[in-house]
């Protein structure tokens, strides 16, 4: 039987004797969408959804795609992959935010090998040249941001660090739009988008609400009792269990 796991690493699944809920098939649907976002509560599977699609686009479907949807299907070449969790980034200090922010952003560039590449000041700026290198050699790559909104969900109750973060985050989100290198791009969050508002002007699709990818994160009733069968018999014999050595207890 295998072992059910919380891990948000797609490569553990598949190396380790983990059930996974195969949702490969709604890859090629959102990638021709090009700027996705979508809002799921925490828990649901947000991180390993982007985790996958992480290591989709970084190695292709060999080795570790075998047995899954997508395995004979997805022809994409790789590409380099810039993941931001913003769980990772300071969430008090808008200095230490956009220092962090700036770190993460030069790293991937020197991983990449970008030519040319210049730190700014300011994180949106660092954005914009990195994209502009990356146009000037005919790169693209792919932009994967997960917690999104956790700046400002810890700041609700902090209205003048809110707003800040607020401005610094449409700063951001508004220097990906319509940037030729960026081959996908998506975000995911606990709020929706207009519920922030830091994707005014931009060209982000929400799909929070878009039947098509209604179960593309977390687990149908038919999903559990495929996958899960054999916990499911195993909870039931306990219930069994339980139900027949109690029967003859009353309290009440």
Known sequence: MKD????????????????????????PKLVKLKRVFISRPRRFGKSLTLD??????ETGVEPYFKGTWIYDKWTEPTYPVLRLNFLDLDKYSLDLFKQKLNSIITAFAQDINLK??????????????MLEKLREEKRQIVILIDEYDCQLTS?????????QFQKELQNIYNNLKDKWAIKFLLITG?????????????????????????????????EIKKYYIDYLKLAAYWCHQIKRCINLFNWF
């Open 4 to 27: 059910i796991s919380s891990t948000g690493s797609f490569i553990d699944f598949t190396l380790e004797n983990f059930i996974y809920v195969d949702k490969t098939e709604y890859i």
């Open 52 to 57: 996958t699609i992480a290591t989709l686009f």
């Open 116 to 129: 040319g590449y210049k730190e700014k000041v300011e994180p949106e700026d660092t954005i914009d040249s």
């Open 155 to 163: 700041n609700i109750n902090n209205e003048e660090l809110y707003k």
């Open 190 to 222: 606990v709020t929706k988008t207009k519920n922030s508002s830091v994707f005014s002007g931009t060209d982000i699709n929400d799909i929070t609400n878009y039947s098509p990818y209604s179960q593309m994160i977390g687990f149908t009733r038919d």
